[in-house]
């Protein structure tokens, strides 16, 4: 059958698709060749015509991971502490959606981890959350409502906070059910606004 125009992008799409559903089931770890070929019910010949290695197939994930987490919906909130802990509401497991798609962004730590250039895109990317997280915290300071000081550094502690709490929530479900997330997370903003009575 003769392909049409567009329909190179249109079969991309639909092998996006399914290296989504097999990343969603499986992590990073199942993540193969075969597994996407089987999920898209075609051949791996076909899938080499996309990528022609196992890490373009890695590197395309992760870059369908960040672009679907770009554009989901987000929580609206006013400026200051209440923008920070909307965006730190988007982070956490808190519902079925945010526990797959953390499942998901923690099992790509592996290969980001075995793979230098995988990895410092990760870390482009976590970078770029800290930044967006740190021009919050500026806000939140213009507004009096946190104390002075580097923002960059409450940021790091912010996201370090955040990623640590998924960490524990995704291993122990039970432990970490959503109100408890939500409690430890307005405790902790607590912690930073006492910080501004104490100075």
């Given amino acids: 059958m003769p392909r049409i ?24 770890g199942g993540l193969s060749m075969r597994t996407v070929a089987a999920e898209l019910g075609a051949s791996t010949g076909l899938l ?28 609206v909130a006013p400026p200051g502490l209440a923008r920070l802990r909307a965006v730190l509401l988007d982070i956490i497991p808190i519902d079925d959606a945010a526990v797959a798609s953390n499942r998901i962004w923690v099992s790509s730590w592996d290969p980001a981890l ?9 870390a482009a990317r976590y970078a770029a959350s ?8 500026t806000e939140a300071q213009e507004l009096g ?8 550094q409450t940021a790091a502690a912010v996201m370090s906070f955040a990623l640590g709490l998924v960490v ?3 291993l122990d479900p039970p432990a970490f059910p959503a109100e408890r997330q939500v409690a430890l997370l307005d405790a902790y903003l607590a ?3 006492s910080a501004r009575t104490a100075s």
């Fill in 168 to 170: 524990q929530a995704l």
């Fill in 48 to 75: 080499t015509h996309y990528f022609p290695a196992k890490r373009d197939l890695v590197a395309h994930a992760l870059d369908l991971l960040a672009e679907r987490a770009a554009t989901r919906e987000r929580r």
């Fill in 191 to 193: 912690q930073l606004i």
């Fill in 114 to 122: 075995a793979d230098p250039v995988l990895g410092a895109d990760h």
């Fill in 130 to 137: 800290r930044d967006k997280v740190s021009g919050i915290i």
């Fill in 145 to 152: 409502e946190l104390p002075p000081g580097d923002p960059a």
């Fill in 5 to 28: 125009k567009g329909d190179h992008e249109a079969r991309r799409r639909e092998v996006s698709e399914a290296v989504w559903r097999v990343l969603a089931a499986r992590g990073f």
